[in-house]
């Protein structure tokens, strides 16, 4: 069964940087490469919600609210997917999940203070 493990989230003030990070180490082939990944996530007292996603040709989508500010990625080398997150407001803050083939990581927190 795929793992993945999530990591990169922390605590930010408003207008700055993360870069989350999504790994598997149960899967030795190029899974990022051969599937659609996504970042969701979800904030307290919301439902979750899909914040971005990355097919295996490269195609990415993002949700309206994160438009211009988040970027999806993938190095096939390293076997891990990304999701660069700039100019970041208090709103995003949730916990954030990677998925691919239906299965979830743990997921990391990420915090914007005001």
């Known amino acids: 069964q795929v793992q993945l493990v999530e990591s990169g989230g922390g605590l930010v003030q408003s207008g700055g940087s993360l870069r989350l990070s999504c790994t598997t180490s149960?899967?030795?082939?190029?899974?990022?490469?051969?599937?659609?990944t996504a970042w969701h996530r979800r904030a307290p007292g919301k439902q979750r919600e899909l914040v971005a996603s990355?097919?295996?040709?490269?195609?990415?989508n993002y949700a309206d609210a994160v438009k211009g500010r988040f970027a999806i990625s993938r190095d096939d080398a390293k076997n891990t997917a990304y999701l660069q997150m700039n100019s970041l407001k208090p709103e995003d803050t949730a916990v954030y999940y990677c998925?691919?083939?239906?299965?979830w990581g743990q997921g990391t927190q990420v915090t914007v203070s005001s």
């Open positions: 998925t691919i083939l239906g299965v």
């Open positions: 149960t899967f030795s082939g190029k899974i990022f490469s051969i599937y659609a």
């Open positions: 990355i097919t295996s040709d490269g195609t990415t």
